[in-house]
């Protein structure tokens, strides 16, 4: 007696099947038609609108709402591979993966920013803590813009923090000590400058500059796409 094939779950969300026309490797292929199929694998769970982890510490969502297949290959992919979910062909053929796969894995266990010693890791939990503050106080894109670059320069140009100022739970930033919102001015300030004088920069204008200008990329990509750690 032949024994019964199990029955394929049905396509429940066919963007997802679109996207393996742009991915290599059976890792990738089998990842995505896993989700199209609403398979959980990997902790990860998908609606009509999004998709994100089950997990609370160090999690992500993505809204894919209107794009096409092409841009969530890319994007998603990226996500999953800065969260530590990727394939062994892409450990072996990029070092910084590897890097930051076991970074990620160490921040989920860790709640010390200090510890934190990837400078894509960083940039990520920074940019993350800007976007949930954008939605907090229902930013536009150009006032988050100018609290990435508050942080960034409070720490490496005004030199008024330090590690210990970045206050860290469940492996996301909460808060940054003294800078905070001002309801006064509608802007984010760092209470440690004294007057305009102290956010003079011209003296490290190209460090800022570059800075800010790799941060300009990286925002443009995430103009629909929100990612943050699942709360």
């Known amino acids: 007696m032949n024994k019964k094939t199990k029955k394929e779950k049905d396509i429940l969300f ?30 990860i769970l998908i609606n009509n609108k999004t998709i994100c982890t089950s997990t ?19 994007e998603l992919k990226n996500i999953l591979i800065n969260i530590g979910i990727c394939s062994d062909e892409d450990i072996k053929s990029n070092n910084s993966i590897k890097v930051a796969s076991n970074e990620y894995l160490k921040l989920t266990e860790e709640n010390e920013w200090k510890k ?3 400078k894509k890791m ?24 100018n609290l990435y670059s508050l942080i960034v320069n409070s720490f490496f140009v005004y030199k008024t923090h330090k590690s210990e100022d970045v206050v860290m739970n469940e492996s996301k930033i909460e808060k940054i000590q003294d800078i905070v919102w001002n309801e006064q001015l509608n802007i984010f300030v760092n209470n440690r400058l004294n007057d305009e004088n102290d ?5 490290n204008k190209k460090e800022t500059n570059t800075l800010l200008n790799k941060y300009s990329k990286y925002i443009k990509s995430l103009t629909k796409t929100i990612i943050n750690y699942s709360k």
């Open 14 to 43: 066919p963007i997802f099947q679109e996207c393996i026309l742009y991915l290599e490797g059976d890792f990738w292929k089998k990842f995505f038609d896993d989700i199209s199929r609403g398979k959980k694998t990997k902790n």
């Open 56 to 74: 609370k510490r160090g999690g992500f969502t993505y809204d894919y709402t209107g794009k096409d297949a092409k841009l969530i290959s890319e």
């Open 116 to 118: 934190v010693k990837n």
């Open 122 to 145: 960083k940039d990520q939990l920074i940019t993350d803590f800007v976007i949930s503050q954008k939605s907090k106080y229902k930013l536009n894109w150009e006032c988050a813009k």
């Open 199 to 203: 956010y003079d920069i011209n003296k």
